[in-house]
């Protein structure tokens, strides 16, 4: 991961997944593994709140790991998927989580703007690296 913060933005097809930091981003896509499985359950259909392509979001967790922190966004329910995910099988990833979003679809500069504005809010960007200890 180039930049210390990462945003997602997720749907139930794709997840846009931007490195970004003060004056740059870099971007990358992850789709699930079989395009003709859709993501979403439904309550009470025996799956456990289980997702049909655990993959997806291992693969989302993978390209995310190193951030420091982390913003989810996207408009439906598999935002909140892929954080429930992250608490039960990435723990580490978890913790980087910073903030949950909802956002309809974005064009990539609106979402930037948005993961911008976010970061800048939470911790004025900090550079790249992570922060010193506090003491």
């Known amino acids: 991961m180039p930049h210390y913060h990462a945003a997602i933005w997720i749907d139930h097809t794709e997840a846009k997944i931007f490195s970004l930091n003060r004056d740059s ?3 990358w896509s992850i789709r699930p593994h079989d395009q003709h499985v859709h993501v979403h359950h439904k309550a ?7 997702t049909h392509d655990e ?3 291992h693969s989302v967790a ?8 982390i913003l989810i966004a996207g408009p439906g329910t598999a ?12 723990p580490q990833v978890a913790k980087k989580v910073v903030g ?3 956002m309809d679809h974005p ?9 911008r504005k976010f970061f ?3 911790d004025k960007l900090r550079p790249d690296s992570p922060p010193p200890p506090r003491g």
Do not use: C, I, P
Request: glycine share 10%; net charge negative.
């Open 62 to 69: 993978a390209a995310v790991k190193d951030a420091g922190e």
């Open 25 to 27: 981003a870099n971007e």
């Open 79 to 90: 935002k909140t998927e892929l954080k429930h995910h992250f608490d039960r099988h990435d």
């Open 107 to 115: 064009t990539d500069g609106e979402f930037l703007k948005l993961a």
């Open 55 to 57: 993959s997806y979001f």
């Open 44 to 50: 009470g259909k025996g799956d456990a709140g289980h």
């Open 100 to 102: 949950v979003e909802t």
């Open 120 to 122: 800048a809010h939470s």
